[in-house]
């Protein structure tokens, strides 16, 4: 039944039913951090991965973090998902299920920040190499292919250009070219917007602190398999697949697990989970599943109220420009109309006349919207990044990003877009008045 549902159906009931023990309709917070063994013998087989269905310690799973896992993966298409502390989790546990020392990743250079740092410099630490290339210019993704690659990574829309990959393309060139996962970040678009797997990505990671949960209180992760890349064809290329792993048993995953479509989901949860050892709070899982019921309704609200506040600023005597994933005239003019029918999201960026200065007294000067580092809350937040999240950088280095002097990023939230609207011309007028 839950296969035919649509997409608002599943926010609400994916993963869940009445508890089992108590009849409890809202999924309980499962707070234990560890389950009784029924006998030795099931005990044993849980270690040797032959028991797959009861939970035993909840680093590698809990019932209330499995109902958020279960619905993340219904809403993005995929087969299974696996939660994780945050998103900067996920993406590093994505790509350390599929890496070893010596091997290379070919990244976006428009990622999140966070993903820059983790990718370009933990990474390198521990001895794996990066390249970085331009999302759109499809020739440098093939140029980047060296024969240590292992995994492409992109963000489906990126931040704060708003700039959308085209999925198909980049699938390709890991797949044909490359021989590899794409790997795809949908936190700015998310599942309601676009589902990356349908467009050729293998994997998806989601900073679930954003939009998915969307109240802004609880910081946490995902990791959605479509289990759609082949490990098996080129078994030399993917040891951690396909010899067997100590303690698991006999067989390597992609032979035990590729039958259920579960070989990286499996090895995810089993071993980098297991040891790296990042694993949700089941309180942070029951925020988590209290956003997703409503991911739909919210989003709506978003691109209704972001598309207002962009008409808005494209009539602004003092906005330069209006930066929005959606807008006509932008170099991915054509995939953002293929992927993203239903509207572009929250993310409004704008140059303000006047640069740097103007940038940092208009901030200053907004009263509604909130001055701080996240997005996707229900809330409206700002933040001026020369002067905050982009500062080490040069100016050179940050027009290279897309990031003018005068940028200012906007996470349009749900309230009424009239009073987003007048909070924004107070904070025009304070700029133009001093
Ligand atoms: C915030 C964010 C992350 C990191 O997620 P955390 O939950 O803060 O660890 C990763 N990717 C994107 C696109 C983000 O916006």
């Given at each position: 039944m839950s296969d035919e549902w649509g997409f608002d159906t599943a926010q609400v009931h994916a993963g869940a039913a009445p508890d089992a023990a108590t009849n409890a309709r809202a999924t309980p917070i499962y707070a234990t951090s560890s389950f009784v063994y029924e006998s030795a013998d099931q005990a044993a087989a849980s270690f040797l991965l032959e028991d797959l269905d009861s939970y035993a310690y909840s680093r590698m799973g809990n019932p209330t973090t499995s109902v958020a896992e279960q619905r993340i993966a219904r809403l993005e298409g995929g087969v299974k998902a696996v939660a994780t502390a945050s998103g900067q989790a996920a993406t590093a546990l994505s790509l350390l299920n599929l890496l070893r020392s010596g091997d290379h990743v070919v990244a976006a250079t428009e990622v999140y920040g966070g993903t820059t740092n983790l990718l370009g410099q933990r990474f390198a630490e521990i001895g794996i190499g990066l390249t970085t290339v331009p999302v759109g210019d499809l020739d440098a993704w093939r140029a980047a292919i060296r024969p240590g690659t292992r995994a492409f990574f992109t963000e489906s829309v990126g931040n704060p250009t708003g700039i959308v990959a085209d999925l198909e393309a980049i699938a390709a060139i890991a797949h044909e070219d490359a021989d590899v996962p794409l790997i795809v970040d949908n936190t700015l678009a998310t599942p309601y917007l676009l589902r990356p797997l349908e467009h050729g990505a293998d994997v998806v990671v989601h900073s679930t602190t954003k939009f998915l949960s969307g109240h802004g209180t609880a910081i946490g992760g995902a990791i959605v398999d479509g289990?759609?890349?082949?490990?098996?064809?080129?078994?030399e290329r993917w040891p951690g697949f396909t010899t067997p792993d100590v303690g698991?048993?006999?067989?390597?995953y992609w032979e035990r697990f590729s039958p259920s479509r579960q070989a990286y989901s499996r090895r995810l949860r089993s071993t980098v989970l297991r040891d790296y050892g990042p694993a949700p709070s089941p309180f942070n899982s029951f925020l988590l599943i209290q956003g997703l019921e409503t991911l739909s309704l919210r989003m709506r609200q978003h691109v209704a109220n972001a598309q207002a506040i962009v008409e808005h600023l494209l009539a602004h005597p003092q906005v330069e420009r209006v930066h929005y994933p959606?807008?006509?005239?932008?170099?991915?003019e054509a995939t953002a109309r293929r992927l993203l029918p239903r509207g572009g999201g929250a993310i409004v960026s704008f140059d303000i006349v006047g640069g740097q200065e103007a940038g940092r007294r208009f901030v200053d000067a907004l009263g509604l919207f909130s001055h701080l580092?996240?997005?996707?809350?229900v809330r409206s937040l700002v933040i001026h990044?020369?002067?905050?999240?982009?500062?080490?950088?040069?100016p050179a280095q940050r027009g290279a990003a897309g990031i003018g002097e005068g940028l200012i990023r906007l996470s349009i939230g749900i309230e009424d877009a009239a009073d987003l609207t007048a909070d924004l011309d107070r904070a025009f007028s304070a700029v133009r008045g001093s």
């Amino acid at each position: 039944m839950s296969d035919e549902w649509g997409f608002d159906t599943a926010q609400v009931h994916a993963g869940a039913a009445p508890d089992a023990a108590t009849n409890a309709r809202a999924t309980p917070i499962y707070a234990t951090s560890s389950f009784v063994y029924e006998s030795a013998d099931q005990a044993a087989a849980s270690f040797l991965l032959e028991d797959l269905d009861s939970y035993a310690y909840s680093r590698m799973g809990n019932p209330t973090t499995s109902v958020a896992e279960q619905r993340i993966a219904r809403l993005e298409g995929g087969v299974k998902a696996v939660a994780t502390a945050s998103g900067q989790a996920a993406t590093a546990l994505s790509l350390l299920n599929l890496l070893r020392s010596g091997d290379h990743v070919v990244a976006a250079t428009e990622v999140y920040g966070g993903t820059t740092n983790l990718l370009g410099q933990r990474f390198a630490e521990i001895g794996i190499g990066l390249t970085t290339v331009p999302v759109g210019d499809l020739d440098a993704w093939r140029a980047a292919i060296r024969p240590g690659t292992r995994a492409f990574f992109t963000e489906s829309v990126g931040n704060p250009t708003g700039i959308v990959a085209d999925l198909e393309a980049i699938a390709a060139i890991a797949h044909e070219d490359a021989d590899v996962p794409l790997i795809v970040d949908n936190t700015l678009a998310t599942p309601y917007l676009l589902r990356p797997l349908e467009h050729g990505a293998d994997v998806v990671v989601h900073s679930t602190t954003k939009f998915l949960s969307g109240h802004g209180t609880a910081i946490g992760g995902a990791i959605v398999d479509g289990a759609t890349f082949d490990f098996g064809s080129r078994p030399e290329r993917w040891p951690g697949f396909t010899t067997p792993d100590v303690g698991h048993g006999e067989g390597g995953y992609w032979e035990r697990f590729s039958p259920s479509r579960q070989a990286y989901s499996r090895r995810l949860r089993s071993t980098v989970l297991r040891d790296y050892g990042p694993a949700p709070s089941p309180f942070n899982s029951f925020l988590l599943i209290q956003g997703l019921e409503t991911l739909s309704l919210r989003m709506r609200q978003h691109v209704a109220n972001a598309q207002a506040i962009v008409e808005h600023l494209l009539a602004h005597p003092q906005v330069e420009r209006v930066h929005y994933p959606t807008l006509p005239g932008t170099p991915w003019e054509a995939t953002a109309r293929r992927l993203l029918p239903r509207g572009g999201g929250a993310i409004v960026s704008f140059d303000i006349v006047g640069g740097q200065e103007a940038g940092r007294r208009f901030v200053d000067a907004l009263g509604l919207f909130s001055h701080l580092a996240n997005i996707g809350d229900v809330r409206s937040l700002v933040i001026h990044p020369a002067s905050t999240t982009n500062s080490s950088q040069t100016p050179a280095q940050r027009g290279a990003a897309g990031i003018g002097e005068g940028l200012i990023r906007l996470s349009i939230g749900i309230e009424d877009a009239a009073d987003l609207t007048a909070d924004l011309d107070r904070a025009f007028s304070a700029v133009r008045g001093s």
